[in-house]
């Protein structure tokens, strides 16, 4: 079921995250971790952990949906999700793992016209790329 919000903020949001998978998933085609089609685009920090990375591609990670379910196991971490997590940070590396940690804690006001700045930033890439 599809969230729906009554607040201008809240639409601009759901706005922004749906061309943020759009463009995210066409600009990488595969799987980062194993190459298979990919899925969606996977938040290394929840969206609702930190606004400010909510929108940066550093963040995301291009996964297919086996991957993406061992990185959210349902039942809880496990020597999978563990795995999976291990691989990105070796994949990525010290100088990545070091700009998302120092990243995520940094606040940022996310009101209508921040909104509107990533959704005119999304749409000039979905046009630029000719997605």
């Known amino acids: 079921m599809r969230k729906h919000s009554k607040t201008e903020n809240g639409q601009l949001q759901m706005k922004a995250d749906r061309l943020l998978q759009q ?69 990525r590396g010290k100088k990545w793992l070091d700009y998302i940690e120092t990243t995520r804690h940094k606040l940022i006001k996310t009101d209508k016209i921040w909104y509107n700045a990533i959704i005119n930033s999304l749409e000039k890439e979905i046009n630029e790329k000719t997605i």
């Not at 194993?34 to 996964?63: M, T, W």
């Not at 297919?64 to 563990?82: E, I, L, M, P, V």
């Open 23 to 91: 463009v995210f998933t066409k600009l990488f085609p595969h799987c980062e971790m194993c190459g298979q089609p990919v899925s969606c685009a996977h938040h290394f920090i929840e969206k609702s952990k930190s606004n400010i990375l909510r929108y940066d591609f550093r963040n995301l990670v291009p996964v297919c949906q086996s991957c993406h379910t061992k990185f959210h196991n349902k039942f809880g971490f496990s020597k999978g999700t563990y795995d999976i997590i291990d691989a990105l940070i070796r994949k």
